[in-house]
């Protein structure tokens, strides 16, 4: 959210953070405290991960405050905001930056870097030949599988809808349903699909010798106890755009809202 | 190495490591000492970089050994070596894997891989849509640029010859000379030229704000004495396909071997 | 549809044609009347467009039949055919091939391909650095916008949803909405949407030196008479598959057919 | 040529076209005799093949005009040529504009656009999936390779040199070199090398039930005897760029001698 604030001043935008005071000031952002930041501004930018709990996600303030109180600092002035729904439903005036589609794709071009980046790293071989599988097409599994596509490694797609198993065909790469019907020795392989598709008996058609990567948010798609007995090498990847590339996070935030302000 | 040998015994061929003393048996690979494993051997492999002086180039030995007495062993058997240039001239079966094409190009796709993911690591932000320069269009910059492209970077790329320019223009990049005349902000910038084209006056006009991976053997091809100064990140990466894809490095050796092999 | 059948008798299947009296037959495709045909056969296969009005559509046939007469003669048996809803209701066995993702996105890469063809041979600029607009990102919109990206055009892609427009943008083009309000110079300009995206305003601002081609099923896209006065050449190219492809068009048929069998 | 003298009139520069008696004047290219035209001039531009015998290449003039006549005309002005080898020897500031990488670029990514618009007319399959082999990896075969490969065909490459092929390999189409030992079905086959390399041996392994388009200049690779013999389609295009793209040929002919002029 710093990288956030850094984008909004770059673009010539007044920014005061507020939750911010173990950090030290830095030139052109301003630091305050919550009244003061909220009475001066004309919007308010939350987290993607606006709430821990009842208390504003604020790492780096000195002590918690319960959003309750923000709220009613905030008043009738625009609220952006990611994932709205956890948010007391009383608000008029909140906008989720973090459904729009902008946002979403942003982020899988994020995830998908930092996903190609630990199996770089990871893996002893070259991405260039490997064998690939990722599972899911949806915006993580596209933005990957063309990523590696690119790459020159032979991909192969495990996609639940007949319509996308079309298109990955027609990108070039195979595609296959979840049904790991035949053995098969992949290098590396991708999860992107928040259910337990890698179960046991996939592991054993298919893990022998590979590395895998799940990309899904907690609890992912992976049996990790299995893996685990089997030796087989399972990294789970939480949250990659805020942890690799903040301040791409940041900007593409940042951006959203600018979407949204210029659309309403 | 020990990938390369691994990558002969995958091929049906018996192996046996010597020089690896500090290392256990595993399985299928024997090791033994110098004068048993070379009695047995029909061909010799040595290291892509053979001597550290006048000694085999063998870190996991017990001991160093003169390459002399090595070279006594080995006789007229077939020897395969990288960088065949630092041994001595007497020897009449050497076959320099080292200098094929298929070795370089191949070396080129693992060095651009590790860069690739270098890059990715350090900048905080995409590399879809940033601003990068690679100088060099020989073959690491030529597989790292096309790589870098690819992944929707806004690529330049700075070659010397004319003729090099023409097709980095018409693989959809674009081309300069070293000159770097215009001040340019790049937020990505790879060497891959042996000589010191990134000096402080060209420091000067493009790295503000950018991140420099120099690929490039010592002493690399940057005045990082001025980037330290000016507090521009400075990474030298060497060695990369060993470090990071020792297993696609070692069987980058065997496949060389065995085509040089085929051919004779 | 004989292309079709070729691709049905090179997997091994007996074929019999009815209706290509016309047409002498060529060793391993045997021709029959309706009766005999439809007697020894175990399904029946119709065209993309079954009927002509009331009669089944078949160019190559003596005399037109009454497809009602055809459809005594099918019986129970599995029927294959495109375009089901402009058959009667009654018939059980109706499969049909031309509702399936992978027909679609079949006959989008060929569509695509044959605009390809028609766009290098109109114009007389290269495509590689051309200004090119496609309109639409539908499966043809996308399958001819990547390829024409993949040729290094400056492609920008006119989407009316703003997740399309966000997936243009993460591929590497440009992404608009129809309003265009913008005046712009494009090259070429390719429509895929089967309604008036491309009037008379809009042509106003961005048709001025292009050529357009409507690959939209009649009536089109684009007001063509206004184009005429205006002096833009227009090309409404139509049934590209059928009329470039026919190979490739018959054993696309034959393949959706062969996956309908399997999965039932 | 025409469409080379609009590109100088779109740039700025005053243009008198002579030679071209036989075509009404266009607004803003002036026509005028020889030597009205070359008194005017400050540069001289000649066609890429500037002479036919001795006469000066000019379709479109009323009647033909000896070289000489024209070279005492242009006096000691630069004069700008493609294959000034057949020019006399004795002019003093001839620049050869068809000699520089990035015309000959320019003109091998014409030549394979207009080579994949007669594959695609030609061939009843798609190009996506087609088994394709080109033969060379100069400037053409490399344009167009790509092309074909960015497509989606099936891409092998014949090479002579090893380190092409195994660039060809980085690049992830397969390579091949000219011994065509293996007997093969290709749907597609493009020659690009200005020598005998598709003989009858080799047509005998691999042409069976393709198509073949030989782009090398007269008299072409193929022995298209016996391909007539046989029955293979063949097409030998020539001068792709000025039949296909005259704008795009004429325009890279302007930029060429743009080039040169600001390097002197």
């Known amino acids: ?3 956030c604030a850094r984008a909004f001043a770059d673009g ?4 005061t953070l507020a939750g911010f005071d173990r950090l030290q000031s830095t030139g052109d952002l301003a630091f305050a405290d ?3 930041a909220l009475s001066n501004a004309d919007i308010a930018v939350l987290p993607v991960a606006p709430l821990t709990g009842e208390f504003l996600n604020a790492p780096f303030a000195k002590e918690p405050v319960r959003f309750s109180v923000i709220e009613k600092l905030i008043g009738e002035k625009p609220l952006f905001s990611g994932m709205s729904e956890r948010l007391p439903a009383d608000r008029l005036n909140i906008y989720d930056y973090s459904k729009r589609e902008d946002f979403f794709v942003g ?8 996903a190609l980046e630990a199996a770089i790293g990871e893996y002893e071989g070259s991405i260039y030949g490997a064998k690939v599988l990722v599972c899911g097409y949806g915006r993580i599994g596209k933005a990957l599988s063309h990523m590696l596509y690119s790459l020159h490694a032979d991909v192969t797609v495990a996609a639940r809808k007949e319509s996308d198993r079309a298109w990955i065909k027609a990108a070039g790469m195979k595609a296959v349903d979840y049904s790991f019907i035949e053995k098969y020795s992949y290098d590396l392989i991708f999860n992107t699909v928040p259910s337990m598709v890698l179960d046991r008996r996939a592991l054993r058609q298919i893990a022998g010798g590979a590395i895998i990567f799940d990309l899904a948010s907690s609890p992912g798609g992976v049996d990790f ?5 089997e030796g087989i090498l399972t ?3 939480l949250s990659l ?7 791409a996070a940041g900007r593409l935030i940042k951006e959203t809202i600018m979407k949204i302000w210029e659309e309403t």
């Open 1 to 3: 959210m710093l990288y």
């Open 12 to 15: 010539g935008d007044t920014v």
């Open 34 to 36: 919550y009244y003061t």
């Open 107 to 114: 982020n899988a071009v994020l995830t998908a870097e930092g």
């Open 225 to 229: 106890d299995y893996a685990r007995e």
């Open 235 to 237: 990294l789970h990847l």
């Open 241 to 247: 755009p805020g942890k690799r590339s903040p301040q």
